[in-house]
């Protein structure tokens, strides 16, 4: 069982509409969205914002007042992974350090690497957009995605990463990062690196 928990309206609506009802609308570090949200039977909380700060507070309320066993909390700032691990932060991930890294070891062709399972079926994968696809050019509201695939992460070639909007246009040699069931791997593959 996944839940995501989302402050934007909108983010909701597409998360909702795409993968389904699991996601709740609300602040991910006040403790009533976390005890409306179940962390009280959760065994793992992954706390992914933008801001470091939030998802160290995150984590440590969902470690002393929900004893949740295990917290995974995303860096923005690598300076601070030494502290995370201090205050009682499980795993640390650097969106800017280990996923890119990852990313760009294991993705020089145009396959598709499943990062990590997220449960019920779900995946988080990785596909690099090859110059002759025929989404290039194409908004990411255009494209015909499988059902409940959502893009998560833009990578450019430059290694900048961005979060997607609805009208972010895919780039030649542009990493995409994507949850997507794991029978729609292949055809999630086919529509980010296939010709016209």
């Known amino acids: 069982e996944v839940l995501i928990i989302e402050q934007d309206a909108a983010k909701c609506e597409r998360i909702a509409e795409e993968l389904g009802d699991i996601v709740l609308r609300g602040d991910g570090c006040e403790a009533a969205t976390m005890e409306l949200a179940g962390f009280g039977r959760a065994d793992m909380v992954i706390a992914v914002t933008g801001d470091d700060e939030d998802n160290l507070v995150s ?13 995974v909390a995303r860096i923005n ?16 991930v650097s969106a800017t350090g280990a ?60 290694g900048a990463p961005r979060m997607p909007t609805p009208e972010t246009t895919i780039a030649i040699e542009d990493e995409i990062v994507a949850i997507t069931r794991r029978e729609n791997e292949d055809t999630l593959r086919g529509v980010l690196t296939g010709s016209a």
């Open 99 to 158: 996923i890119l890294a990852q990313i760009e070891q294991e993705l020089p062709t145009h396959q598709m690497i499943p990062f990590l399972t997220l449960g019920g079926g779900l995946e988080l994968v990785a596909v690099k957009v090859p110059a002759e696809a025929k989404v290039i050019g194409t908004a990411i509201k255009d494209l015909l995605l499988p059902h409940e695939s959502i893009i998560v992460l833009v990578i450019s070639p430059d």
């Open 59 to 71: 984590c440590q309320v969902a470690k002393v007042k929900f004893n949740v066993p295990r917290t």
């Open 77 to 92: 700032n690598p300076k601070n992974q030494e502290i995370f691990q201090r205050l009682g932060i499980d795993t640390t």
